[in-house]
Structures are given as structure tokens and as C-alpha cells.
């Protein structure tokens, strides 16, 4: 155990949010660029985990991205001894605040989305059974609404009546993460809006005091909300909000398609009017941690936190029609290649969820490679952030390969490598080759640009030869 100076900050689960989290808090300074706090990254002693924990304490990011500032904040928190890794839990022991980021899935039973909170159960126990009655619990994990109070609650209660500590000291606050990985990955947690709340107005204005020491607030003002179960509602409904809207958009993509206009100078022509900037683009689906699974969350919950039947067409819907998209782009191409896909060699380039990171969890491109496959297909992957895809057990190219070994080309992400791509010096050798562009990686005067060097390339939400 090490002595602190500073105030101690544990982050329990170093995953993609929280160890950026860790660097973001253990770079916070005051005015006089004096440091406030301590952080140690808590996570499990299994080879994912330590495999975290040695990356991080080598000052190494342990997820592929595009965002310099993590690799150097965090080598700047290692330098000034403000962070580091642990798979001990005796760390709790002496925190003054821990932040909850380990991740919470949600099986389909069914067809019908059930809650399994036996491993979140199990971490929130470790906490109870070693902090001070002192210290702060933020939950930043997306949970189920009703989770702060009838599950996290109970068990720090049980857990400080056993170890005869005063129940009624616990500080309990939920904070929901906003970050996005990608080439704004830092920014994201230090410059962004937040929101929280408290299980009572003690522990919401401790979790604000912290709040407001790690973002920059006076451009990004905190919201607080009357109760942790608003707070938890709000980032599954945001989360909800995004998904439906983005499966609004796929019957309007083979709308455009089929008649021949390009759905993306429709959708720029609509976002000039303020209200309605935010309407999604044509893509290959959507994937990640957040978006595929958030919307199941409060159906689940009302039946079985919060004991409410109630029904959520929309949000059903929409997961049910994102989860046929990526097979838009396999039809696609399918039709591109003359109908078939047998003894076709095809080079999908991106296999992570989104651009500019190496997180494959849930992407979409695992559908297409799959579908292709089924169908006869061979199939390389490319992507400049991801070594291995751990979901379909491969080794992924880093290098482009030779164009020539293709008979189609699938952008499915638009990484910066690609939109910096020369498609018409790539595809010298072989103007034979098709390729579709599943995520605008190109604007209309690029393909335009490839078309006239002799490329044959077609887009998602976009007529043939738009």
C-alpha cells in the first residue's frame, strides 16, 4: 500500500471508458497547476485485465486510436507519479472517491432483453466490502434505471452493517460517461457536458465538487438531476434517441438507392434548417458498446427493477431493423458482383465499429463478414488500429495489400487512412475491382474524381453512379 498526498481516486474497470477516465482525473490540476489527485486503475486479474494493467503502467494506451493527447497525459501522470495500475482491491481501502466503469451487457432471451447483474453485483460488493465510510461512489457504467437505488444501495448497505460501519454515511452519486473514442477520445471526458445526481443532496454535491475539478465547466456546465434514477434514465433515452434516429434512416437509404438520388445531399439540404441538424446519415449499421444495447435497457428494467409492465415499440423496432442493416451492404454488393458471391475474393476494410479506433465490439462488419462468408466468399480484413478481431478470431492486415488479389472492396468505417486514400492509384492494376463505400469514407466530388480514373465505385445511400 502507498501513502497519498493528494486525494485518491480509484477507477474500478479499465475498459475504453475507464481507462481514459484515469488519465483525464489524474491530470486534473488547480489554478496553480498543482495536481489534486491520485488515481489508481483497479481491474480484474484476468489476461484481458492484466494486459490493460501492464499497458497502462508501461504509459501505453491499451486500445488502437488516433488521439495523441492519451498517450501523453498518460506518460505525463506516470512521469509525475499520479497514476497507476493494480489488480489489487486492497486500493479501495484508503479512496476518497471511486468511479464504477466496468461494463454491463444485456442478453436477448427470446427475442426479450433480460438483465444479468451478477458481475456488476460482484464489483460493487468488492467496493462495499473495502472502502471507508467516508469515501464517494459515482457510477459512470450505463446501467439499468433503478440500478443506483435498488441494487448498488442495498449492497453497500448490507456490506457496511457487516463490517459495522453506519450505513447512513454511504455518498452514492450517478454520473453518466459521454465519450467518444476516436480523434477527440481526451476531450470528450474533460471538455463535455455531464450529468449527475445523488442518492441524497450530500452525495450529489460531492460528486459535483469532484466533477468540477476533472471538466472544464465554465464552458461545459454540469446539469444535476432530481434523483439518480432521472440521471440514469437520461443516458439511456440520449442513447435511444440516437439509435432510433439512426434506423429511421436505413428505409430511406434503400429508398434513395432504388430511385437514384443521394440520400447524404437530401440530408445536408434538411440540416440547414437549426432544428433538425442532428438527422442521422446512410451507413452499414451501428456498433459498439453503446448503441446496440442501451435501448433494451428500460424495457428490461421496468419489468424488472422497477416492476412496471410497460412497452417500448420504438425502441424494439429500431434494434430489430439496425440489426438487418449490415446485410443492405452485403445485398449491395452482392448485386454489384453480378448476384453472387462464390469464389469472390473480398477485401472488407475496417472492422472496428467506428472511425479512428480499434474497438470491434459489436461492429457491424462482423454481420458482413459472416453473410459474405456463408455465401462462398473469401475474405481479407484491413484496419490500420486492430492487430487481431477477437469476434471472428483473425488476423487483421495493416498494411493495404495488392489490389489486384480482389474482385470487391467494402469500405465499412471511414478511418482517416481511407478518406486519405487514393483509390485511383491503388486500383491501377485493376480497374475491375468494385467498391462500395458503406460509411460516406468519400464525398461526391471524390467519387466523381476515382469514377473518371476509371474506378467502379458505388455508395451506401446513394444511386448507381451518383
Known amino acids: 500500500m502507498k501513502k497519498y498526498n493528494k486525494q485518491k481516486v480509484c477507477i474500478q474497470g479499465l475498459g475504453f471508458v475507464g481507462s481514459a477516465m484515469a488519465i483525464a482525473v489524474s491530470n486534473a490540476v488547480d489554478d496553480q497547476k498543482k495536481y489534486y489527485f491520485e488515481v489508481v486503475g483497479i481491474d480484474l486479474k484476468s489476461s484481458i ?44 481501502k484508503n479512496a476518497e472517491i471511486i ?50 437505488t435498488e441494487i448498488v444501495l442495498p449492497i453497500l ?42 442518492i441524497n443532496e450530500e452525495s450529489a454535491l460531492a460528486c459535483e465538487k469532484f466533477l468540477s475539478k476533472v471538466i472544464n465547466t465554465k464552458k461545459y456546465p454540469l446539469t444535476k438531476l432530481s434523483s439518480t434514477l432521472a440521471s440514469e434514465t437520461s443516458k439511456l433515452l440520449e442513447n435511444t434517441y ?27 439540404a434538411i440540416q440547414r434548417r437549426p432544428t433538425h441538424k442532428n438527422i442521422r446519415y446512410p451507413g452499414i449499421g451501428i456498433g459498439g458498446y453503446c448503441l446496440t444495447k442501451d435501448p433494451a435497457f428500460t424495457p428490461a428494467a421496468s419489468k424488472e427493477l422497477l416492476k412496471e409492465d410497460l412497452d417500448f415499440p420504438f425502441s424494439k423496432l429500431a434494434l430489430r431493423e439496425l440489426s438487418k442493416m449490415p446485410l443492405h451492404a452485403v445485398n449491395r454488393m452482392k448485386e454489384l458482383l453480378g448476384g453472387n458471391f462464390h469464389n469472390k475474393k473480398i477485401l472488407i476494410c475496417g472492422v472496428s465499429y467506428r472511425e479512428n479506433i480499434g474497438d470491434t465490439r459489436y461492429s457491424p462488419s462482423e454481420l458482413i463478414f459472416n453473410e459474405i462468408k456463408k455465401e462462398g466468399g473469401n475474405i481479407d480484413c484491413h484496419d490500420p488500429l486492430v492487430n487481431y478481431w477477437e469476434e471472428v478470431k483473425i488476423r487483421v492486415k495493416k ?14 468505417v471511414p478511418h482517416k487512412q481511407y478518406k486519405e486514400l487514393d483509390l485511383s492509384k491503388w486500383l491501377l492494376k485493376n480497374r475491375d475491382v468494385v467498391v462500395l463505400d458503406g460509411f460516406m469514407v468519400w464525398n461526391k466530388n471524390k467519387r466523381d474524381e476515382f469514377r473518371n480514373n476509371g474506378v467502379k465505385l458505388e455508395s451506401i445511400g446513394v444511386g448507381n453512379g451518383l
Not at 466503469?101 to 464489483?123: Q, R, S, T
Not at 454515511?169 to 455531464?194: C, Q, T
Not at 498494411?399 to 465499412?412: K, L
Open 399 to 412: 498494411t493495404f495489400p495488392r489490389a489486384d488479389n480482389y474482385d470487391g472492396v467494402i469500405f465499412t
Open 99 to 148: 468511479l464504477v466503469d466496468i461494463h454491463l451487457d444485456i442478453p436477448f432471451k427470446n427475442n426479450e432483453p433480460k438483465l444479468e447483474m451478477d458481475g456488476f453485483k460482484k464489483a460493487i460488493n468488492t467496493i462495499g466490502n473495502n472502502i471507508n465510510e467516508n469515501c464517494l461512489v459515482i457510477v459512470e457504467t450505463t446501467v439499468p434505471p433503478g440500478t443506483c
Open 49 to 92: 485485465g492484466m494486459h490493460r494493467i501492464k499497458s497502462l503502467n508501461a504509459g501505453i494506451f491499451p486500445f488502437g486510436n488516433t488521439d495523441p493527447k492519451l498517450n501523453k497525459f498518460l506518460k505525463k501522470a506516470i512521469k509525475n507519479k499520479n497514476f497507476w495500475a493494480s489488480s489489487d482491491n486492497s486500493e479501495f
Open 157 to 198: 448497505r448490507e456490506c457496511f452493517i457487516k463490517r459495522g460501519l453506519d450505513p447512513q454515511k454511504i455518498k452514492l452519486a450517478h454520473s453518466y460517461e459521454r465519450v467518444m473514442p476516436g480523434e477527440e477520445y481526451y476531450d470528450s471526458i474533460i471538455n463535455f457536458w455531464r450529468v449527475y445526481s445523488g
Open 242 to 268: 440516437r439509435t432510433v434516429n439512426i434506423a429511421f434512416i436505413a428505409e430511406w437509404t434503400r429508398y434513395a438507392e432504388r430511385v437514384g438520388i443521394d440520400l447524404f445531399e437530401v440530408i445536408q
